[in-house]
C-alpha cells in the first residue's frame, strides 16, 4: 500500500488564515450508536479506510470583530443545521483554549454532501486541523483525531490515511474521551481499491446521528449487533495483518448488513437502501460468484461501496456501471491523512 497513506498532518503556522485538507473515510467495520452522545464516545470500535478522492478544503479565519461564527460551504452560506454543528465545535476549541475569538470558516466540499458518503467525516477532520492551528492548539495526531471526533465521530478516522481503527475507548467522561481516538494501521501486502457507485446523490432524509439515537432507543438487534461488532473488529485486524482481502471483505460485509439490519428492526424502521442499492449489491454477488473478490459495503445513504483488488478495480467498475444508466462509479484508493495546506489562505 501507498506508504504516503499513512502520513499524519505537519503544524504549521499560517499568517491570514489557516487551511486544511481532508479526505472521506469509508468504515470497512461499522460505527453506529454513541455511549455518550456529548463527547462522542461510540459503542463500539470501528476500522476504515481514507479514500484519495472527494477532498474537503476548509479555511478558518479568527476575527474579535464579529459577534458570531460564519459559516459557507462552497461559496453559499451553510445551511442551519451545518451552521449549528460547526459553531457547537468551535465552542469546544475555545473552551479547549480560552480563546473567545469568532471564526470564518469557509469550507469546499467536492463529496456530495449528507448522501451517506461521509462528507462530515472529511469535513470535521479538515475543520479540526484548522481550527486547532488558527486558535494556537499544539496537538499530536491522535489528540487532534479525539478532536474531530467531537465534531462526528466518523471524522477522527480522516485524521489519518490509509487504513484506521477507531478505538472504542474505555470508560465514560474523561477517561473515555482520553481512550477513544483513531491511529493509522499497518496494511502491508494489500492494494485494496473501494468503489463508489452512486446511486443517489441527494441528501439523506434522516440525518445519521438522529438515525442511531432511534436504533439505540427501539432496536431489539442493536445490543448483539454491537457484541458481533467488536468481535468482527479483532478479525478484521487479523485479516489486516495476514493481508487476506477476501476475509476483510467478508466481515466488512457483514459489519455492513448487521447494521443495516439494526435499522430496519428500529420502531418505526429506518430504511437508506433503494431498489437501486439492492440492484449493485446482486451484481456484487455475481461477481463473487465468478470467482472475482469484490465485497459491498453500505452506509447511512443508498450508495454502495465495493472492496477489491487494485487489479480488479477498472473491470468491477464497469460491470457496476452497467448495473443501470443513472448509476455513477468512481475508484477509491487509500489516500492521505489530513494535512494543512503550506501558506494559509485557500
Ligand atoms: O460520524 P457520523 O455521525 O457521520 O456516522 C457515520 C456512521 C457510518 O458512516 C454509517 C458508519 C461509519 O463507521 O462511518
Keep these: 500500500m501507498n506508504p504516503e497513506a499513512a502520513m499524519v498532518p505537519a503544524i504549521l503556522e499560517t499568517g491570514d488564515g489557516v487551511t486544511a485538507v481532508a479526505h472521506p473515510n469509508i468504515a470497512l467495520v461499522k460505527y453506529w450508536g454513541k455511549r455518550d452522545e456529548s463527547l462522542i464516545l461510540p459503542a463500539t470500535g470501528s476500522l476504515s479506510m481514507t479514500l484519495n478522492l472527494y477532498p474537503t ?27 449549528l454543528r460547526v459553531e457547537r465545535f468551535l465552542n469546544t476549541v475555545r473552551a ?31 475543520l479540526a486541523t484548522a481550527a ?10 491522535r489528540a487532534l483525531s479525539r478532536l474531530a471526533r467531537r465534531g462526528s465521530g466518523s471524522a477522527c478516522r480522516s485524521i489519518f490515511g490509509g487504513l484506521v481503527v477507531w478505538h472504542a475507548g474505555t470508560g465514560d467522561g474523561a477517561a473515555g474521551d ?7 494501521i499497518d496494511a502491508e501486502g494489500l492494494d ?42 479483532d478479525a478484521m485486524r487479523a485479516a489486516v495483518a495476514r493481508a487476506d482481502l477476501d476475509a476483510m471483505g467478508e466481515i466488512a460485509e457483514r459489519s455492513a448488513f448487521g447494521m443495516h439490519a439494526t435499522m430496519l428492526a428500529a420502531r418505526p424502521p429506518i430504511r437508506y437502501l433503494s431498489p437501486l442499492s439492492l440492484s449493485v449489491l446482486d451484481r456484487v454477488v455475481a461477481l463473487r460468484a465468478d470467482g472475482i473478490t469484490a465485497y459491498a459495503t453500505m452506509d447511512a445513504g443508498p450508495n454502495v461501496k465495493v472492496l477489491c483488488a487494485r487489479t480488479d478495480a477498472t473491470r468491477i467498475a464497469a460491470a457496476i ?9 468512481h475508484v477509491a484508493l487509500p489516500g492521505p491523512g489530513a494535512a494543512l495546506l503550506p501558506g494559509g489562505g485557500s
Excluded at 132 to 141: H, K, N, Q, R, S
Excluded at 178 to 184: G, I, Q
Excluded at 321 to 329: D, L, M
Design 57 to 83: 478544503t476548509t479555511t478558518v479565519r479568527l476575527t474579535t470583530r464579529a459577534p458570531a461564527d460564519s459559516v459557507t460551504m462552497n461559496s453559499r452560506p451553510a445551511p442551519r443545521q451545518t451552521h
Design 132 to 141: 486547532a492551528t488558527a486558535f494556537g492548539l499544539e496537538l499530536d495526531p
Design 178 to 184: 482520553r481512550s477513544s481516538y483513531a491511529e493509522p
Design 192 to 233: 485494496p481499491a473501494l468503489i463508489i457507485a452512486v446511486v443517489d446523490p441527494a441528501p439523506k432524509a434522516m440525518s445519521s446521528r438522529e438515525a442511531m439515537r432511534r436504533t439505540i432507543a427501539t432496536s431489539p438487534f442493536y445490543l448483539p449487533w454491537t457484541t458481533v461488532n467488536a468481535t468482527d473488529l
Design 321 to 329: 456501471s452497467a448495473v443501470g444508466q443513472h448509476i455513477s462509479t
Design 96 to 126: 479547549f483554549t480560552g480563546r473567545d475569538e469568532r471564526a470564518v470558516v469557509e469550507t469546499t466540499n467536492t463529496v456530495p454532501t449528507g448522501a451517506g458518503l461521509a462528507s462530515s467525516a472529511s469535513g470535521f477532520a479538515a
